[in-house]
């Protein structure tokens, strides 16, 4: 059921210029799935789907391949150049993006692999990370600053 519903999502974003989880969600609903945004959110993070620049500039979300260099280096820069400040309270990271940039950067993010990270959620302009420690949260924090 999982694979379907990602095979399906993807075809969406394939074929369709979607902003918005809610407008995913619906049109996987419209499609069958019984989804809700936040199954559409750990999709889009499994997937590691970004959001991208259409045309016209407006935002959408897309496809990427991270064995293909391009695509990485574009991932790349959309983590760097969408993070605006990055802080830390107790064992809690907060990243602040530029509007709309939130669900890239906390791909971005996810693709640490950082065994600390508890968890991470993003809104618009902003990502909340959960991290194991203090320690590891000024660790992590640094890390963020500098890659």
Not at 35 to 41: L, P, W
Not at 107 to 114: E, F, M
């Amino acid at each position: 059921m999982k694979k379907n519903r990602q095979e399906a999502l993807i075809e969406i974003i394939k074929n369709n210029d979607v902003s918005t989880q809610g407008e995913l969600t619906n049109l996987l609903k419209e499609q069958g799935y019984n989804v809700t945004q936040a199954t559409v959110s750990r999709d889009i993070r499994d997937l590691q789907i970004i959001k991208i620049q259409g045309l016209g500039g407006k935002q959408k979300y897309g496809i990427t391949d991270t064995k293909n260099t391009v695509a990485h280096i574009g991932a790349v820069r959309i983590f760097k150049e969408g993070i605006t400040s990055i802080d830390h309270a107790g064992n809690i990271i907060i990243v602040k993006t530029l509007s709309g940039m939130a669900n890239a950067v906390c791909a971005g993010i996810d693709t640490l692999g950082d065994k600390d990270i508890l968890g991470t959620v993003a809104g618009d302009d902003t990502i909340m990370c959960v991290v194991r420690d203090e320690d590891a949260c000024i660790r992590l924090t640094e890390r963020l600053k500098t890659d």
